[in-house]
Nanobody, 123 residues
Framework: QVQLVESGGGLVQAGGSLRLSCAASGRTISSYGMEWFRQAPGNEREFVAA????????YYADSVKGRFTISRDNAKNTLYLQMNSLKPEDTAVYYC????????????????WGQGTQVTVSS
């Protein structure tokens, strides 16, 4: 079992930055693909970014490419999401996730979810 706890969400003005963290416990995340998803009210949960457990390859949704950066510190068992140039459409609950496959962009391949952290971007 892997427990995931997100932190770092909050309210920020458009153009601002936030850094989300996801602390894992129970098992090391070094052998899991790690992902961030988000869900806005009335919308389905959507992929944001992923980092593989082999080689640390990164993948991004087109909507965040060039603005968000995913990273992982296996020694600290922690996943990060640096979000810059935030837009009001980035407002959502952001979820940390772990997958047994090397990396995934779809929710149904996720094995473990965090509880989510709210990010609100004002215009």
């Amino acid at each position: 079992q892997v427990q995931l706890v997100e932190s770092g969400g909050g309210l920020v003005q458009a153009g601002g930055s936030l850094r989300l963290s996801c602390a894992a416990s129970g098992r090391t995340i070094s052998s899991y693909g790690m992902e961030w998803f988000r869900q806005a009210p009335g919308n389905e949960r959507e992929f944001v970014a992923a980092i593989s457990w082999i080689g640390g390859s990164t993948y991004y949704a087109d909507s965040v490419k060039g603005r968000f950066t995913i990273s992982r510190d296996n020694a600290k068992n922690t996943l990060y999401l640096q979000m810059n140039s935030l837009k009001p459409e980035d407002t959502a609950v952001y979820y940390c996730a772990a997958s047994g496959v090397q990396v995934t962009t779809v929710p149904w391949e996720i094995d473990y979810w965090g509880q989510g952290t709210q990010v609100t971007v004002s215009s």
